[in-house]
């Protein structure tokens, strides 16, 4: 009989959280199995192997925060974002067991999430079809892969949710398809295309299950469940058989294909987050590395890094809270600014010490900001800071939250009239030329503005490889928190874009700069030079006495209302649904933000309050 080796004390420990999560957090088995897998790898890094006792009081904030630095290199920031979860979970759960005496969970901020540089490779339509027909459906087994495959490319599963289908989340009579506790234990319905209900019919009739047997699709020797792992890789074996890349596990590309098909098409149909379940929809559709010094050191059965943290000065503080939080992907531009300003704000009183609420709440009113938001953002640039500090410094006072208002408040927005666009787009003619662009050029940038609801800073950031004109999409790269995403145009608008671009090659044959708009030099069109040549555009207008103001970036309000108006007129049931794919369109990570860019005008109330009191009527005469 083999002697069984007791298990060492970061197995034990690792055991007793695992056990935490599934009884106490209930989270699923994969993300107990993942948080497991990373805090271990803490443990094992932090702890020398063979140690008896792990002396688990003597883990500094320091420790936490360097470790998520160093695997900054190695992982890419989705996993880092799950690494830091899990850390900031095994703080919280040492300090709850009584292991240590403090939350360390303050000292790992958030991490940027930009998940790529580039946007996620995808299938074209005439790369799918291929693939399609590369399965042999006279077989058994290519019935079984013709039939998996259209489950991952026409709906969007994942793979893992394509293996556990099972025959009775088959709706024939209403043709849907029910996905039971998939990823977010979220159950959802999807409607079943036609297509897909043919090929799941023959292989059905091909290979009924045996007598007990409910899972939908299975292995063909032993007739097994099949793993995700194996579906995966018989789309990898497909893709190679037509020269689409190496063998391997491939299926989430057609979930890539699938939401990028979508965008392209402009979604007319349900909407591309309640399709794919994805809370984050425009991630199926698109770190930064700086020096930093760590808190080296040692201790008892510790490794290197282990050590308590020498107290910082405040200036040390905040240089270290940047550097910090910009290696985790944080640009911090303003919120930068506005510390350095305290800090300033510090030395001129002679401050000493740890930062305090005092400190903190003077620095916001002295000298009175001009307008009453600033307030409220220093204050919220400080408790920031002084959250992730405390962490550090038991010393530091967190200012109270909320004492000036909230830091963002929606500043009162212009919606254009299509009178004043086609306004816009007369007097551009006239105004271009003074301020050093072109007629078409300004004529251009407005409508693509007004049709797409682009930012300005995303039309002005254009080169001319961003422009399909076959599909007629703008390739949009690495804007607003490094999110890169595609945007279908109407055919009159690429038919004017194209116009553009002919005229732009004809007038600047020679031209080193692969900007899309140029001004009158051959020089990218600049932001402060848009800026200019609209403020000229409005005096020329009279809309100087306007209340708010015409912006260049009301443009994006206009766009969104319009599309919600469009969407009521026409009778659209999903209203819902559309405002996800809006949110893609506009290239918002979270659908508040779609939200932010909506206003509640006359006709949008009238449509909305006609459609709800039909509702009612038709509920009312339903009741028996």
């Known amino acids: 009989m083999k002697n069984i080796a007791p298990k060492s ?11 935490h999560l599934i009884e106490v957090a209930g989270l699923q088995p994969s993300t107990c199995q993942k948080w497991t897998f990373f805090v271990r790898l803490f443990l094992k890094a932090q702890f020398k192997p063979g140690s008896p006792k792990l002396q688990l009081r003597q883990l500094e904030p320091g420790v936490l925060l360097n470790f998520v630095l160093q695997q900054s290199e190695h992982y890419p920031p989705g996993q880092l974002q799950s690494l830091a979860s899990a850390l900031r979970s095994f703080s919280r759960f040492l300090c709850a067991r009584g292991h240590h005496p403090r939350d360390l969970s303050a000292a790992l901020p958030s991490i940027s999430g930009s998940h790529r540089e580039n946007l996620p490779r995808y299938l074209s339509p005439a790369q799918v079809q291929r693939l399609l027909e590369s399965f042999d459906r006279r077989t058994l087994l290519g019935k079984r892969d013709y039939a998996s495959t259209l489950c991952l490319v026409r709906l969007g599963l994942r793979a893992g949710e394509v293996a556990s289908l099972t025959v009775d989340d088959l709706d024939w009579r209403n043709g849907r398809l029910r996905l039971t506790a998939p990823k977010g234990r979220r159950e959802r319905h999807l409607p079943l295309p036609e297509e897909v209900g043919k090929a799941l019919a023959a292989y059905l009739r091909s290979a009924p299950p045996k007598r007990g047997a409910r899972t939908l699709f299975r292995t063909q020797r032993n007739q097994r469940s099949m793993r995700s792992g194996w579906l995966s890789q018989r789309v990898g074996v497909a893709m190679a058989r037509i020269g689409l890349g190496m063998p391997g596990k491939r299926a989430h590309l057609l979930r890539h294909t699938f939401a990028t098909h979508l965008v392209q098409q402009g979604s007319q149909s349900q909407g591309r987050g309640r399709f794919v379940g994805s809370r984050q929809p425009e991630h199926y559709s698109g770190i930064c590395q700086s020096q930093f010094a760590d808190a080296a050191g040692s201790g008892p059965a510790l490794a290197k890094g282990g050590a308590v943290m020498k107290r910082l000065s405040l200036g040390a503080a905040v240089d270290f809270y940047l550097r910090s939080r910009r290696r ?3 640009a911090l531009k303003s919120e930068g600014a506005l510390l350095e300003n305290l800090i300033q704000h510090a030395r001129k009183l002679c401050h000493r010490g740890p930062l305090t609420a005092e400190l903190c709440l003077n620095w916001a009113q002295v000298p009175p900001p001009t307008h009453s938001l600033r307030r409220a953002r220093r204050l919220e640039a400080a408790r920031h800071f002084a959250r992730f500090w405390a962490a550090f410094d ?36 006239k105004v271009a ?34 422009w399909e004109p076959v599909q007629a999409v703008l390739t949009i790269r690495q804007t607003k928190f490094g999110q890169s995403r595609y945007v279908p145009l109407a055919s009159s608008a690429a038919t004017a874009l194209n116009a553009y671009l002919r005229a732009r090659a004809k007038a600047f044959p020679k031209a080193k700069s692969c900007a899309l708009f140029l001004n009158q030099r051959a020089k990218p069109l600049a932001y402060w030079q848009a800026g200019k040549t609209f403020a000229a555009l409005r005096k020329q207008l009279g809309w100087q006495s306007k209340q708010p103001r015409p912006r260049l970036h009301d443009l994006r309000h206009t766009f969104a209302v319009e599309c919600l108006l469009g969407w009521y007129r026409k009778g659209q049931q999903e209203i819902n649904a559309k405002i996800l794919s809006l949110a893609v369109y506009l290239g918002h990570r979270n659908i508040r933000h779609t939200y932010w860019y909506l206003t509640a005008v006359p006709e949008l109330l009238a449509l909305s309050s006609a459609r709800w009191a039909n509702a009612l009527n038709s509920q009312k005469g339903a009741t028996p």
């Open 394 to 429: 038991p010393r530091t006072q967190i200012p109270p939250a909320g004492l000036f208002g909230p830091a963002y408040r929606r500043v009162p927005v212009h919606l254009y009239t299509p009178q004043e666009i086609a306004a816009l787009l007369t007097v551009a003619p």
């Open 433 to 466: 030329p003074e301020k050093g662009m072109s007629a078409l050029t300004l004529s251009t940038l407005l409508g693509l503005l007004a049709c797409t609801g682009l930012r300005i800073s995303e039309a002005l950031r254009l080169e001319l490889a961003d």
């Open 9 to 19: 004390p970061i197995d034990l420990l690792v055991d007793n959280y695992h056990e």
């Open 328 to 330: 985790l992907g944080f």
